[in-house]
């Protein structure tokens, strides 16, 4: 059953968050079946600036939806197995038996590029294309050719704008009381809102429930300044990332090759804590 946003409290919001993937399921397969129009990513949903890491503004213009299709928990498991991290593990093993209705219902897959073994990974469970993001016009060159679409600028800058709204939305909520976890979830989760404008519409009533009195009462903690915890692949283990008590974090994206804080268990790169499903 779906949520009420407009009357709900910010934890009943933050609690059914996670269900937005599940009703993303429906939405994908129907646009798959109408539109054949869904293009899977794989990637940390947000950068250190809080802006997408892969254009998906450009994504949008193409008349394109972009749908996380990272694995997120180890239910699968008994259903496959594939040798690497918990997170790419989930996610091949859904691909394979095709019980993710967002894997299902992507016609291609976009990778951010940050770990070659997610590319390889891909490469050897899938026909489908696999697409490296490097640049924007490479991206438009692959989607127009998979999917027989027409570019369009108008729709582009309009995109553009709506992600810099969500960025703003998002910035305004790292600097609340909000628990690094909880920011987190509802960053990663406001994702699988597919349209840009209830996505804007969701993180503003967030935000509006944190501007109130009452809202402040949520949390014992007053304002400080957030401590940066870098994270391999932050996507794929939100859930299980829990902050010290008295801190506060958000999960940054760790460049190939530099040390991480926390990583999935499996990961190629070092970390100084390992996080499994």
């Not at 397969?29 to 950068?47: C, E, H, K, P, W």
């Not at 259903?79 to 091949?92: E, V």
Request: proline share 5%; charged share 20%; net charge negative.
């Amino acid at each position: 059953m779906e949520l009420d946003f407009k009357h709900a409290s910010l934890q009943e919001i933050i609690d059914y968050a996670p269900d937005l993937r599940r009703e993303a399921y429906v939405d994908a397969t129907l646009r798959m079946q109408a539109d054949d129009n869904i293009v899977g990513v794989f990637g940390s949903a947000y950068s250190e600036a809080q802006s997408p890491v892969i254009d998906e503004a450009l994504i949008y213009s193409c008349g394109l939806v972009p749908v996380p299709i990272v694995g997120v928990d180890a239910f699968i498991f008994k259903h496959g197995d594939y040798p690497a991290c918990d997170a790419i593990k989930s996610t091949m093993v859904y691909l394979t038996t095709q019980k993710c209705p967002l894997l299902y219902s992507s016609k291609m897959y976009v990778l951010d590029g940050c770990c070659p073994a997610v590319e390889t990974a891909f490469r050897q469970c899938t026909q489908k294309t696999v697409h490296i993001y490097n640049d924007a016009e490479t991206l438009k060159t692959v989607l127009q050719q998979v999917y027989g679409c027409e570019y369009s600028a108008t729709r582009y800058q309009e995109s553009k704008s709506a992600f810099l709204i969500l960025s703003g939305l998002l910035q305004q909520l790292e600097q609340s009381t909000l628990s690094g976890n909880d920011f987190g979830v509802l960053a990663f989760y406001s994702r699988f809102i597919f349209e840009l404008e209830e996505r804007i519409a969701f993180l503003a009533r967030v935000c509006e429930l944190f501007s109130s009195a009452a809202t402040w009462e949520h949390s014992s903690h007053s304002p400080e300044k957030r401590e940066p915890v870098s994270i391999h692949c932050p996507d794929g283990i939100i859930q299980k990332i829990k902050p010290a008590a008295g801190n506060y974090f958000k999960p940054v994206r760790v460049k190939p090759g530099n040390f991480a804080d926390i990583a999935c268990a499996g990961c190629i790169y070092p970390a100084a804590e390992y996080v499994g499903y």
